[in-house]
């Protein structure tokens, strides 16, 4: 019989309804976890997800809840603990990326939208999750940021810095945390998702030539290095932010 790297577990995914959320979401239960899927306004995507999801077997639940607002992702942990069970495995997915016309009018209301879903949005899902974590001895976390936290991307002003504030969350509470819950981060580079869907061809031709593996990433991708940084098999990591962007931002 198959040894499921994650049979049994709980897992908590936010934004599974398309995209990364998604692959994410279908791997670890092709691993064995059963799976919550959270989603904020797509609930036909997120029954696609779940469609997908169940055709391995394992238990699933959708549950909306807008990750920017405290009282909705209280209601997410709680009745993602009631249908499921204790949460073991918590993914940070859920995010977005507003470009404005003109970056350096620093757009007040896009940054506090963005600071609101990406960083607000990573921080209370583990705020709610971690008293559990603690009490049972156990918990693997992952957070999505981006490589537009780590580089200098003069569009990108105020995603890049969120991004960087969610690296920065995960290294400053990993040590917090530790020896029983592990925190990490998957900085992705450009993915094939909805997410992308307004780069205009000469920009994605210029992205793929300046990318040493020479294309755009896929989700399942993303979804791999997620599941590493879930699994035993990266027992020895926390704190640390891991690059999938087919080469183009090395770190030191
Ligand atoms: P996507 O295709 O646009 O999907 C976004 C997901 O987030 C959807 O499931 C959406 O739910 C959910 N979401 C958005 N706002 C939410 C909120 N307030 N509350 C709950 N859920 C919310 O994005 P993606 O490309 O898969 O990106 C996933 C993560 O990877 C994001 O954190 C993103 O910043 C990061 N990332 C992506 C790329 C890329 O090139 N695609 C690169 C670097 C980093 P609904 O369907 O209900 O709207």
């Known amino acids: 019989m198959k040894n499921l790297e994650f049979k049994g577990k709980v897992a908590l995914i936010t934004g599974a309804s398309r995209g990364i959320g998604r692959a994410i979401a279908i791997e670890l239960a092709k691993n064995g976890a059963n799976i919550a899927i959270n989603y904020n306004s797509n609930l036909k995507s997120a029954k696609e997800t779940q469609k997908l999801v169940d055709k391995t077997g394992v238990k699933s639940e959708i549950i909306k809840a ?3 607002r405290e009282k909705s ?4 942990i709680k009745q993602t603990e009631k249908k499921l069970g204790p949460i073991d495995l918590l993914v940070t997915n859920a995010g977005i990326a507003l470009l404005s016309k003109d970056p350096l009018k620093l757009d007040y209301k896009i940054w506090k ?13 583990i705020k709610e999750v971690l008293p559990g974590m603690i009490k049972r001895k156990y918990g693997r976390i992952v957070c999505l940021s981006s490589i537009a936290g780590l580089g200098m991307r003069p569009n990108m002003i105020t995603y890049g810095t ?8 995960v290294r400053n509470l990993s040590a917090a945390v530790a020896p029983h819950i592990r925190i990490n981060s998957v900085a992705p580079g450009l993915i094939e998702t909805d997410m992308i ?5 000469k920009t994605r031709k210029n992205m793929i030539e300046n990318t040493p593996l020479k294309r755009i ?3 399942q991708d993303i979804a791999n290095s997620v599941c590493y940084l879930l699994s035993d098999r990266s027992d020895y990591t926390t704190g640390q932010t891991i ?10």
Do not use: F, Q, Y
Request: cysteine-free; glycine content about 8%.
């Open 73 to 76: 992702i209280k209601l997410l």
């Open 113 to 125: 939208k963005t600071m609101a879903t990406n960083v607000d949005g990573t921080l209370l899902p």
């Open 197 to 201: 869907e307004s780069l205009d061809k």
């Open 243 to 252: 690059v999938t962007d087919g080469g183009r931002v090395p770190l030191p």
């Open 217 to 219: 990433g896929k989700p």
């Open 162 to 169: 969120s991004k960087a504030a969610v690296i920065a969350l």
């Open 66 to 68: 807008d990750v920017s």
